[in-house]
């Protein structure tokens, strides 16, 4: 299960980008401890992947600030487009006692 570490100290998720080279590969996003307790994931639109219906399934964040994508990554058969290709996604945080939220863009390679 790839995991994909979000820290929005730094803006940054590692890895970028995210190469994902199986079907139905879940994927896993942290926010990074390094980043210290007083973040969590925007109540509303925590993850927003720029995809195609079908491809990503977002879990809502769970008590342990996880969340769970389900990447279908499907191999093109003759005559059906596959699921290949680069997807750009939308990470966003809010930390404690602020309002404004925290956004970083990063990347999802589907091979």
Same mark, same amino acid.
């Not at 491809?55 to 994508?69: E, G, H, R, S, Y």
């Given at each position: 299960?790839? @995991? %994909?570490k979000?820290?929005?100290v730094t803006?940054l998720?590692?890895? &970028?980008p995210?190469?994902?080279?199986n079907e139905?590969?879940?994927i896993t996003f942290?926010?990074?401890?390094?980043a #210290? @307790?007083?973040w969590s994931?925007? *109540?509303?639109d925590p993850l927003?992947?720029?995809a195609?219906?079908?491809?990503?399934?977002?879990?809502?964040?769970? *008590?342990q600030?996880?969340?769970?994508?389900?990447?279908r @990554?499907?191999?093109?058969? *003759? #005559?059906v487009p #596959?699921d290949?290709?680069?997807?750009?996604?939308?990470?966003?945080?809010i930390k404690?006692?602020t309002?404004t939220? %925290?956004?970083? &863009?990063p990347a999802?390679q589907?091979?």
């Amino acid at each position: 299960m790839p @995991n %994909v570490k979000v820290n929005p100290v730094t803006k940054l998720c590692r890895p &970028d980008p995210l190469t994902i080279p199986n079907e139905n590969a879940t994927i896993t996003f942290i926010i990074d401890p390094a980043a #210290g @307790n007083d973040w969590s994931w925007n *109540p509303t639109d925590p993850l927003i992947i720029d995809a195609p219906d079908g491809i990503f399934t977002i879990a809502a964040p769970n *008590p342990q600030k996880l969340i769970l994508v389900q990447d279908r @990554n499907r191999r093109p058969e *003759p #005559g059906v487009p #596959g699921d290949q290709g680069t997807f750009k996604y939308t990470a966003i945080l809010i930390k404690a006692g602020t309002t404004t939220p %925290v956004i970083i &863009d990063p990347a999802i390679q589907n091979q």
